[in-house]
């Protein structure tokens, strides 16, 4: 009798696991792989709430207008007009970054005319005044910089010789945005130019609170404000001399003013906007 009770319980242990296995090996594969889809962030039924000719390149409106409130506080999307001007410093930035890829996907061309700024559109171009002696240079946004609070343009070694601006390191300059160029080739299309937008909305602003040369350090300062005040931590890493430099962004800023009231609040020494 417990010799047929046993045999039965080893009977019944044994179906339970071939199911149990069979199940496991079908739950596997039963979710099929699907590609995620493209979001649309701002689609087209909202144009009528954008300014005429505020539009991305495939027609969809590149974000509303509408005012948002941040802690009590309204404000309004940054808008950068063809026209708008900026005083600052600018520096520039040759061999030691030559042939790496910029912020834009580009690989860096120190001979070709362009620019790193902290926030304006990829493919801006603008007008640039060496305040000291008049030189002017014509350049297109196409990489994320100077991570240095004082300055507001990195010049490629050509725009910055154009200028002299090589020999002394930084000058006292003044910006002007010319337009926003379509096509993102080296040399600057007016043409395309001149029939393009003449503003665009910016968005995505982000604060730097720190630069680390160790990863580790980075790491911890990244999950000690992996959520501040609303916002998010994040690392990104870039070359600086050669060098990899670990940089903290805080993200979630959706306009250039909530961002500098956030810096006017004194939380981090050295702080800066940004955008990716």
Not at 76 to 82: D, I, L, S, W
Not at 136 to 143: L, S
Not at 217 to 228: D, H, N, P, R, W
Request: aromatic share 12%.
């Amino acid at each position: 009798m417990i010799k047929r009770k046993i045999k039965l319980y080893i009977r019944v242990f044994l179906a339970v696991l071939i199911l149990t296995l069979s199940g496991c090996t079908t739950f596997k594969g039963s979710y099929p792989y699907q590609a995620a889809k493209p979001s649309k962030k701002y689609p087209s039924e909202n144009l009528d709430n954008v300014p005429s000719g505020l539009k991305k390149k495939n027609g969809d409106s590149v974000a509303s207008m509408r005012p948002y409130t941040v802690f009590g506080k309204e404000y309004y999307p940054t808008v950068v007009n063809v026209g708008d001007t900026s005083n600052g410093r600018a520096s520039w930035y040759g061999s030691d970054f030559h042939g790496k890829q910029t912020s834009s996907g580009e690989g860096y061309d120190m001979h070709a005319m362009t620019a790193a700024h902290k926030t304006l559109p990829m493919n801006t171009v603008v007008k640039v005044t060496n305040l000291v002696n008049n030189r002017t240079t014509v350049v297109r946004i196409n990489d994320r910089g100077p991570f240095v609070e004082s300055r507001i343009i990195d010049l490629s070694f050509a725009a910055a010789k154009e200028i002299d601006l090589v020999g002394k390191g930084s000058s006292d300059i003044r910006l002007e945005v010319l337009g926003f160029e379509p096509t993102g080739i080296k040399s600057i299309d007016y043409k395309a130019m001149a029939a393009g937008p003449r503003q665009e909305v910016l968005t995505s602003f982000a604060v730097q609170i720190g630069a680390f040369a160790n990863i580790n350090g980075a790491l911890e300062t990244q999950k000690k404000y992996a959520s501040f005040n609303g916002y998010s931590a994040i690392i990104k890493d870039s070359q600086y001399n050669n060098d990899k430099l670990f940089r903290i962004w805080l993200r979630g800023f959706r306009s250039e003013a909530e961002a500098r009231d956030f810096i006017a609040k004194g939380y981090f020494s050295g702080q800066f906007i940004t955008r990716e």
